[in-house]
């Protein structure tokens, strides 16, 4: 398995931006795909990006088409999501998540095997 931690969570004014940081450990990083999900109290997890493992291609939900940027580095283990443009509604528990390299186009949480702990990020108004 793949051990992952989450970092780069915190309180941030509607149109500023963050940039979540996914650290990774114990198995070849560059053997997953990689992927970010969130959940908001009350609601499902929910796909936000992802990478496959060679960063070559992406992929984004149509709500943060556009504002985010999904990326990895290779050589430093590290899958990133940068977020601009951030709105309340953003709001919520950020996760990164690896898979098999064949399910680099999945957006169902369920095809994720390994997760990290999850950073807050809270976007007022």
């Known amino acids: 398995q793949v051990q992952l931690v989450e970092s780069g969570g915190g309180l941030v004014q509607a149109g500023g931006s963050l940039r979540l940081s996914c650290a990774a450990s114990?198995?070849?990083?560059?053997?997953?795909?990689m992927g970010w999900f969130r959940q908001a109290p009350g609601k499902e997890r929910e796909f936000v990006a992802g990478?496959?493992?060679?960063?070559?291609?992406?992929s984004y939900a149509d709500s943060v088409k556009g504002r985010f940027t999904v990326s990895r580095d290779n050589a430093e283990n590290t899958m990133y999501l940068q977020m601009n443009s951030l709105k309340p509604e953003d709001t919520a528990i950020y996760y990164c998540?690896?898979?098999?390299?064949?399910?680099?186009?999945?957006?169902?949480?369920?095809?994720?095997?390994?997760w990290g702990q999850g950073t807050q990020v809270t976007v007022s108004s």
């Open positions: 998540a690896a898979t098999v390299p064949a399910k680099y186009t999945s957006r169902r949480a369920g095809d994720y095997d390994n």
């Open positions: 114990g198995r070849t990083f560059s053997n997953y795909a």
């Open positions: 990478v496959s493992w060679g960063g070559t291609t992406t």
